[in-house]
């Protein structure tokens, strides 16, 4: 069974401040999805990574890919309000289409 | 683009009845739908593999008889809680893959079922 452990599970920071999450496994990955949830909703894909080492920027958000391509990270600069939600990782089982999603960091950004 | 839909987007129902949970694809064909089902502050965790025309694949340790799949077309599946009891109250996520595409997967808003 292939497990994604996500770190921390939970963050309250202020206005301004950067953070960092982090998605791990003792699997490799051919892929890796990073997404955002608001209550009552589902999930909105924010990423994918693909290449070992690769990374990608998505206005203030900063996704890295592990060079084994077991771990990522996402980076928030300058968190503010709207930030807040469960990001959540999610790594693309090969040869499947099935996903397997990690248990979520849940980060409130305070004004 | 790559809209999917849920209905209904809650529900409550009395223990020992049957609910209808309905995912849809809204500008999209998608051969390949799933169901994911999330406890509070908790993550998603897949139920199901929904293929249209044939059986659905269910994840160990979901009880088939109980989550009734049905993927009829190429833009909605239906998941059916038989007999539900306060134990299956929770959140009911379905995600749709576009036909011809890999891992590539667009999420609905979700239904939160609450069973009394």
């Known amino acids: 069974t292939q497990l994604l452990e996500q770190s921390p599970q939970f963050l309250s920071i202020q206005e301004g401040e950067n953070l960092t999450v982090y998605c791990n496994s003792s699997?490799?990955?051919?892929?890796l999805q990073w997404y955002r949830q608001e209550p009552g909703e589902g999930p909105v894909l924010l990423v994918t990574?693909?290449?070992?080492?690769e990374v990608k920027k998505l206005k203030r958000l900063t996704f890295q890919f592990g060079d084994a391509r077991k771990d990522s990270s996402l980076h928030i600069t300058a968190a503010q309000p709207g930030d807040t939600g469960l990001y959540l990782c999610?790594?693309?089982?090969?040869?499947?289409?099935?996903?397997?999603f990690g248990k979520g960091t849940m980060l409130l950004v305070s004004p | 683009g790559a809209v999917v839909s849920q209905h209904p987007s809650w529900v409550i129902c009395k223990s020992g009845t049957s609910v209808k949970i309905e995912c849809r694809s809204l500008?999209?064909?998608?051969?390949?739908m799933f169901w994911y089902r999330q406890f509070p502050k908790q993550s998603l965790m897949l139920m199901a593999t929904?293929?249209?025309?044939?059986?659905?694949?269910?994840e160990q340790g979901v009880e088939k008889d109980k989550f009734l799949i049905n993927h009829a077309s190429l833009t909605l599946s239906t998941l059916t809680v038989t007999s539900a009891h306060p134990e299956d109250s929770s959140f009911y996520i379905c995600?749709?893959?576009?036909?011809?595409?890999?891992?590539?997967?667009?999420f609905g808003p979700g239904t939160r079922l609450t069973v009394t």
């Open positions: 500008d999209f064909q998608a051969t390949t």
């Open positions: 699997s490799v990955f051919s892929s």
């Open positions: 929904s293929n249209e025309g044939s059986k659905a694949t269910y």
């Open positions: 995600s749709a893959e576009p036909s011809g595409s890999s891992y590539e997967q667009y």
């Open positions: 990574v693909v290449t070992g080492g």
């Open positions: 999610a790594g693309v089982n090969s040869g499947y289409s099935t996903l397997t």
